[in-house]
């Protein structure tokens, strides 16, 4: 009789923000057709807020069953409510993989809910596969990367420089694989199908508040998040961009930043300028499918802020980036980067330089098929408390 496998490895994947899910979407749809892997979906903290795009209704609407939910933000707007957070994400992750008792729990990047995930599935004794471990930034992000990093078992990184500097923080080799990210597959299945992102109105008027945007037209994109050791900062910083785009006066869609401290601050400036009617040609956007983001960034003449999709898909899709400031420090940046500081007169300045460049598309985030890679691998990792059975 031929061999069959009764039981599948059970992997439960944590997805807090929109960010979380644009990461790893291309990876799940390959777990959720393995015939070795039974995927467990918990959508967690911002996922499930309507003032962050409610990411959990755009993960049912593509086909995914949701196993579990975990409300887990302290709302507020100051450092303190990130530790809270992160405390009560602890507590609702255990709850959760008690519940669920997967094989293994696979966490992504270096947000404070990936290090709830990581503390409660460590202290449950399940497998902890980390995904982007391994990368320098100029943020608080890097503390809770490496954090995570020293309690996960397995390590799936983007970049060689990555991996060595996991072997050089202490990790075992063997556990470490550079298998690209995820996120480069969906920015590849957009630049496969670029005619059709350039062609059509990617936006809808309901979708926006401010200016209609003619995207037949030059228009650039605006994505700045708060830099949460430099909260202090947070104001003087966004006012400086906001005056850039004045200044620029091209379209712009502009992107409501992350759930950190310091984000009421950036959403409160949006606002006044808004209502003061400063920013004419501005119109305000929560939230995009991925693919619809990407591509809209495709046709974008450049992104300007401080988020790492600048630095990760962006480099793929060569679309130029003028990264403000120093959240993105240390990571691995392709020629499409330009860094400038926050204020205005060099935002500018390095928009228009950057404009004037051409780009080439890099692979040095991955190639596009990772996902594929990525669920083949872990179907073959021993992980604790993993029972297959043979018949």
């Not at 091209?250 to 009617?277: A, H």
């Not at 993105?328 to 950057?354: F, L, M």
Request: a positive charge; hydrophobic letters at 40%.
């Amino acid at each position: 009789l031929p061999l069959k496998i009764l039981f599948k490895m059970k992997i439960a994947v944590f997805v807090n923000s929109r960010a979380n899910y644009g990461r790893i979407k291309s990876f799940l749809y390959e777990v959720k057709k393995s015939s070795k892997l039974d995927l467990k979906l918990v959508v967690g903290a911002s996922g499930l807020l309507s003032k962050y795009g409610k990411v959990v209704d755009i993960i049912r609407e593509e086909g995914f069953k949701v196993d579990a939910e975990l409300h887990s933000v302290i709302e507020g707007d100051l450092p303190i409510s990130m530790a809270k957070s992160t405390g009560l994400g602890i507590i609702e992750a255990a709850t959760a993989i008690e519940t669920l008792n997967p094989d293994a729990v696979l966490t992504i990047a270096d947000r404070y809910e990936t290090l709830a995930t990581a503390v409660a599935a460590s202290y449950a004794n399940i497998s902890l596969i980390h995904l982007q471990g391994g990368e320098i930034t100029g943020n608080i992000d890097e503390k809770v990367r490496h954090s995570v990093s020293k309690l996960a078992d397995h390590h799936i990184v983007c970049t060689e420089r990555s991996k060595e500097i996991l072997i050089r923080m202490g990790e075992d080799p063997s556990c470490i694989i550079n298998l690209g990210c995820p996120s480069i597959d969906i920015a590849k299945e957009v630049m496969d199908n670029k005619d059709i992102y350039l062609k059509k109105q990617i936006v809808k008027n309901e979708e926006k508040i401010g200016v209609m945007i003619d995207e037949k037209k030059d228009f650039i994109v605006a994505l700045q998040h708060p830099v949460t050791t430099q909260y202090e900062s947070t104001r003087d910083q966004i006012v400086e961009t906001i005056q850039a785009v004045e200044e620029l006066g091209m379209q712009c869609y502009w992107f409501w930043p992350n759930p950190d401290s310091g984000t009421d601050v950036i959403s409160k400036e949006l606002r006044k300028w808004r209502e003061k009617s400063s920013l004419a040609k501005v119109a305000f956007v929560k939230d995009l499918s991925s693919k619809n983001f990407l591509g809209l960034l495709l046709k974008s003449k450049c992104l300007i802020g401080n988020s790492s999709v600048g630095i990760r898909e962006s480099s793929f899709l060569g679309v130029p980036v003028v990264n403000i400031g120093y959240r993105q420090d240390g990571r691995e940046k392709a020629d499409n980067v330009i860094n400038c500081s926050n204020k205005a007169n060099d935002i500018v300045k390095s928009c228009k330089k950057i404009m004037e460049k051409k780009i080439k598309s890099s692979n040095l985030y991955g190639d596009g098929d990772s996902s594929e890679r990525i669920a083949e691998y872990i179907s073959t990792l021993k992980v604790k408390n993993v029972k297959r059975f043979i018949l």
